[in-house]
């Protein structure tokens, strides 16, 4: 029985979410909260291990629907593994990406359709969707920007696609948060990272109240 609350991270790249992402916890914390911290695709050693093969930056070949599946079928590790149990437990559970990074990126930007990639997705997930999703919205020029100046950031082979796709990416989060108002909020990212945050937790105790 899920007793905690599932929240989501999503955005494009360099939109900041891993280092926000710790900002959330420790405000949750101090509220007496518990919290788990995760990451897709990763976050258990199945999961990071699809993750390697989907990243490598030699897999150029990668078809577009192989490529989701491969997501598909770490989220459903991730999700048995982690998220699940966490959730059980009656954590709050913190994830850094979950299916609306396949619907923008798999889905929208690389064209291979949001229901189709939707319909996969919820035989991996089946009806476990986040309470709630926070959306860093920033103008993908900018966060590629931020990731040329963060020197100590590995790059992987979807940070080599052209700018295009990754304003595909943001066009195609639009599309979602349209499919899920209810449980999205789009957040101004391109702000200093405190007023981030200071947004961010003023949802988190609206939703949480
Ligand atoms: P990562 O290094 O975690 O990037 P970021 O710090 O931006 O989250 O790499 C994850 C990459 O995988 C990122 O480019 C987004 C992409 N991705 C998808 O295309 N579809 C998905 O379902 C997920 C979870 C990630």
Do not use: W
Request: charged fraction near 30%; proline fraction near 2%; glycine fraction near 8%.
């Amino acid at each position: 029985m899920k007793k905690g609350y599932f929240v989501t991270l999503e955005g494009g790249e360099g939109s900041g979410k891993s280092t926000i992402i710790n900002y959330i916890k420790d405000f949750l914390e101090s509220d007496g909260k518990k919290v788990v911290i995760t990451r897709e695709p990763g976050g258990i050693d199945i999961a990071e291990q699809i993750r390697s093969v989907i990243l490598d930056k030699k897999n150029t070949k990668m078809d577009g629907r192989t490529e989701a599946l491969l997501y598909a079928a770490a989220r459903r590790q991730h999700l048995v593994e982690k998220v699940i149990p966490s959730l059980n437990e009656g954590y709050i559970v913190l994830c850094d990406r979950f299916v609306d990074s396949s619907l923008a990126y798999q889905g929208y930007a690389r064209g291979l359709g949001i229901k189709e990639v939707f319909s996969i997705n919820k035989f991996a997930i089946g009806d476990l969707m986040p309470d709630l999703t926070l959306y860093l919205d920033l103008d993908p020029q900018i966060g590629l920007n931020r990731i040329a100046k963060n020197k100590g950031r590995e790059i992987n082979r979807l940070d080599l696609e052209e700018i295009n796709f990754h304003i595909n990416v943001r066009e195609g989060y639009e599309e979602v948060v349209k499919m899920f108002p209810e449980r999205m909020v789009r957040i101004d990212a391109n702000q200093e990272i405190g007023k981030v945050v200071s947004d961010i937790n003023k949802v988190l105790i609206e939703k949480l109240k």
